[in-house]
């Protein structure tokens, strides 16, 4: 499966010429709002820098931070979260 292939994604598919693929993560956070019932999970794509980046991400990043956008949520359940990354 490819990050490219999500709903939404259509930022990432102007970064990035080629699918990218669904693999590890560096988990940077986890919002929750109960107003709207929304949770966004935002997290750095790792070993995966975009090939078509604008010209203002030309210099000085070496993260790509995406997140994921989970609206209506009514229940949610973590596990194995680890606290040192």
């Given at each position: 499966m490819y990050?490219?292939?999500?709903?939404?994604?259509?930022?990432?598919?102007?970064?990035?010429?080629?699918?990218?693929?669904?693999?590890?993560?560096?988990?940077?956070?986890?919002?929750?709002?109960?107003?709207?019932?929304?949770?966004?999970?935002?997290?750095?794509?790792?070993?995966?820098?975009?090939?078509?980046?604008?010209?203002?991400w030309v210099?000085?990043?070496?993260?790509?931070?995406?997140?994921i956008n989970?609206?209506?949520?009514?229940?949610?359940?973590?596990?194995?979260?680890?606290?040192?990354?």
């Amino acid at each position: 499966m490819y990050w490219n292939a999500l709903d939404g994604s259509y930022l990432l598919s102007k970064v990035f010429s080629k699918s990218v693929g669904i693999s590890d993560i560096d988990l940077f956070d986890i919002r929750m709002d109960r107003e709207g019932s929304t949770v966004i999970i935002s997290f750095d794509l790792i070993d995966k820098l975009p090939d078509n980046p604008p010209i203002k991400w030309v210099k000085g990043y070496n993260r790509c931070r995406c997140g994921i956008n989970c609206g209506g949520a009514t229940m949610i359940k973590l596990e194995d979260i680890s606290t040192n990354m």
